[in-house]
């Protein structure tokens, strides 16, 4: 476990993990960061399914698991079984926190919903994330990232200019589902704190693509306007969008008009201050086109650094258009711990993404490695009260799994 655990914000917290692949394991990812003490729960052998997400030639553990669950401890329980949920119960009885992305009903069926969960602790917080939400005519559909964010609109915004969609390249309702179910947890605890009453906490792939929507969403209210991809460009601002340079790609951001004139006098064409076309945000927005096209044209005469420079010394926002490698690569990544060293499952250090969130200058983050399936599966239940011939018998009857069995 992180070493530094006992001084961080939530130290001390115990939160028992009943959720896999993506958006539940990023939500315990962030919470162990901060201190939390995360145990997850897993079938045996096999355990999460992102264990086997690994790319042809990836050796041992799917890179993809070992980001997401890092600073964790594993258990393996067979849930299905009356046993199992009995270790269950006995465990939630002294968590702060259980996260699960079941399918709606499914461990109400087991007897491990909400309802079963707070009466042998009343002061749980119970985070569920679904697909489609709670309540509604789809709530009980399964949900993955890729359909919910076709389901919410957010592909048929995202594509080339010519109306040609695109899935985001990441997992928006995935990412930002966890997001949002760390910060319910947080708050629903918060809650626990003043009052003593836990709390059921809900969020769901289709939330988190919807809240992702709100410019286009205030465009629809407001006068019915059904967004159509924009390739880079911004549906309020122009010009705000990549440009091909005369080698690689710039961010340009003339999101004022201080900022649309210094373009303007940096492009050498100050003769745009005084273009009708150009005159106020609106009409470089109706003229976007045209304007992203001589613009292209203005840039192509040096490099994408050259323009960095010249742009960032003349106080206009810009950036790169980096590729994943120069991301990572990039020193400032590294300065704000978004780029960390975290301990390898093989011996030695890795490099992982860190924490997004900075306490008192600093930037936690649960240095551990991601654990085999059930790794500490003896060391948690007798953590929680169970003795050897407790964990024996269970381990026999095949109810609990450990890299011994």
């Known amino acids: 476990m992180n070493p530094q655990a006992k001084d961080l914000p939530l130290a001390g917290v ?3 993990e009943m959720s896999q692949i993506m958006a539940g394991p990023i939500c315990g990812l962030m919470l162990a960061d901060m201190g939390a003490e995360v145990i997850k729960v897993e079938k045996f052998p096999a355990g999460d399914d992102a264990r086997g997400y690994a790319r042809p ?33 006995r465990l939630a009885a002294s968590c702060d926190i259980v996260t699960e992305n079941f399918r709606r009903g499914k461990l109400d069926a087991l007897g491990l919903g909400y309802g079963h969960l707070r009466e042998v602790n009343p002061q749980l917080v119970y985070t ?47 990412i930002n589902a966890g997001i949002l179910a760390a910060l319910g947890s947080l708050t629903a605890y918060i809650k ?5 009453v836990g709390s059921k906490v809900e969020t769901s792939l289709l939330q988190a693509s919807l809240q992702q929507m709100y410019w286009f969403a ?14 880079t460009s911004h549906p309020l601002i122009a010009p705000y969008q990549t440009f091909r340079c005369g080698e690689g790609a710039i961010a340009l951001g003339g999101g004022n008009q201080a900022n649309w004139r210094r373009i303007a006098e940096v492009l050498g064409h100050p003769e745009w201050l005084t273009d009708e076309r150009f005159t106020t945000g609106r009409d470089r ?8 096209g001589l613009i292209t044209e ?67 983050f649960a240095r551990s490695a991601a654990p085999t399936v059930g790794q500490q ?29």
């Open 128 to 174: 569920s994330i679904s697909g489609y939400g709670p309540n509604g005519p789809m709530s009980d559909n399964g949900g993955f990232d890729l359909v919910l964010q076709a389901f919410s609109g957010l592909i048929s915004v995202t594509g080339s200019i010519d109306g040609e969609t695109a899935k985001p390249g990441n997992s928006v309702a995935d």
């Open 57 to 89: 030639g990836d050796p041992g553990l799917a890179p993809g698991f070992l980001m997401l669950n890092r600073g964790k401890r594993s258990i393996a329980v067979d849930i299905r079984q009356p046993a199992g949920q009995a270790i269950i119960k």
């Open 218 to 231: 205030a465009a629809y209210f407001h006068d019915g306007t059904v967004a159509k991809p924009m390739g």
């Open 14 to 16: 115990r939160v028992l």
């Open 377 to 405: 599966t003896r060391e948690v239940l007798k953590e929680f009260g169970f003795d050897d011939s407790e964990i024996a018998d269970l381990q026999a009857a095949k109810i609990i799994g450990s890299p011994d069995s």
């Open 298 to 364: 203005a840039l192509a005469g040096h490099p994408a650094g050259h323009w960095v420079e010249v742009f960032d010394n003349a106080g206009v926002p810009v950036g790169p258009v980096h590729d994943v490698g120069q991301a990572m690569e990039h020193e400032q990544s590294r300065a704000i711990s978004m780029v960390v060293d975290v301990d390898s499952p093989n011996g030695g250090t890795m490099r992982s993404l860190g924490l997004p969130i900075h306490f008192d200058g600093e930037a936690p």
């Open 192 to 196: 626990r704190l003043r009052t003593g």
């Open 285 to 292: 927005l109706a003229h976007q086109a045209v304007l992203a």
